[in-house]
């Protein structure tokens, strides 16, 4: 089934890969127009999207500029984040502040910077505007080891999808989160690549990843990506608030 996304404007940060771009790219498939952002430009090479740029979610002055020049959407994904590994001890406070800069005040930052804007669009077309966050089953819903101030940034995108939701559902804007389990992306593969060197090999660092998954299986990004798209179209109107656990049962 494809435009269920017609004639929305929508917004997707970190689209360069992974998720991120998973979500920019079945938008586009629905029909909606994408404006995709990411760190690195040279990574936004589907012609689908209306506008592809370089955008650093961390930089105030940009996120502000950019979404003066964007104007009025209905749908605003936040993906950017990033997966500081290891436990307190291996988190001082350079980690803790990157980590939280990166992965919870960028949203608030382009949320500030959006959500006007977005009020503006749902008052005018009489639909619902939809912010969508991108959080983990690592947060509050789960304790994951080695992930100490990522799931504390996790569980604060939660939280911060529940107060902006509360606050303006009378207004038909809606805000979910996303809690997605171990899905396959450029950086799990880095990772894993990673802990291969510690314990031995790749395979054997992703079977610890495979061990933890009650289906056997990681998730591919278009999976969560689908769940975005319900969330951003209208069959999801009186969605608000919540947290779409995506995870093959990991939180069981
Ligand atoms: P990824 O980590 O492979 O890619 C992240 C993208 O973000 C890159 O294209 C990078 O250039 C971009 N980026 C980094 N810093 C940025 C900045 N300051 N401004 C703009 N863009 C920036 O992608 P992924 O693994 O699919 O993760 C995407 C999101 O999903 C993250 O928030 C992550 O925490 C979350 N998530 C991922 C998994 C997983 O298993 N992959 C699970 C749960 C949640």
């Given at each position: 089934?494809?435009?269920?996304?017609?004639?929305?404007?929508?917004?997707?940060?970190?689209?360069?890969?992974?998720?991120?771009?998973?979500?920019?790219?079945?938008?586009?498939?629905?029909?909606?127009?994408?404006?995709?952002?990411?760190?690195?430009?040279?990574?936004?090479?589907?012609?689908?999207?209306?506008?592809?740029?370089?955008?650093?979610?961390?930089?105030?002055?940009?996120?502000?500029?950019?979404?003066?020049?964007?104007?009025?959407?209905?749908v605003l994904a936040n993906v950017a984040g990033f997966v500081h590994h290891g436990t307190i001890l291996d988190c001082d406070e350079k980690h803790w502040d990157f980590s939280f800069d990166l992965n919870v005040k960028s949203m608030h930052r382009t949320m500030r910077a959006f959500v006007p804007a977005m009020l503006h669009r749902a008052k005018n077309t009489g639909g619902t505007a939809s912010i969508i966050n991108m959080s983990s089953g690592a947060s509050s819903l789960k304790g994951a080891p080695n992930r100490y101030v990522y799931g504390a940034t996790k569980a604060a995108i939660i939280g911060m999808t529940k107060a902006v939701a509360v606050d303006f559902a009378a207004r038909q804007l809606r805000c979910n989160a996303i809690?997605?389990?171990?899905?396959?992306?450029?950086?799990?593969?880095?990772?894993?690549?990673?802990?291969?060197?510690?314990?031995?090999?790749?395979?054997?660092?992703?079977?610890?990843?495979?061990?933890?998954?009650?289906?056997?299986?990681?998730?591919?990004?278009?999976?969560?990506?689908?769940?975005?798209?319900?969330?951003?179209?209208?069959?999801?109107?009186?969605?608000?608030?919540?947290?779409?656990?995506?995870d093959g049962g990991w939180t069981l």
């Open positions: 089934m494809a435009g269920r996304l017609e004639g929305k404007i929508a917004v997707v940060t970190a689209a360069g890969q992974g998720i991120g771009r998973a979500i920019a790219d079945r938008f586009a498939e629905e029909g909606a127009q994408v404006w995709a952002s990411d760190l690195d430009a040279a990574k936004l090479d589907n012609p689908a999207f209306a506008d592809a740029r370089a955008l650093d979610v961390t930089d105030t002055g940009a996120v502000d500029a950019y979404a003066g020049e964007v104007g009025q959407i209905d809690c997605p389990g171990t899905v396959d992306s450029p950086s799990l593969q880095q990772r894993m690549t990673e802990l291969g060197k510690k314990v031995g090999s790749y395979d054997e660092a992703f079977d610890s990843f495979l061990k933890r998954q009650p289906m056997g299986r990681i998730a591919e990004p278009r999976e969560i990506a689908d769940m975005a798209v319900y969330l951003a179209s209208d069959e999801a109107a009186f969605v608000t608030g919540t947290t779409m656990v995506i």
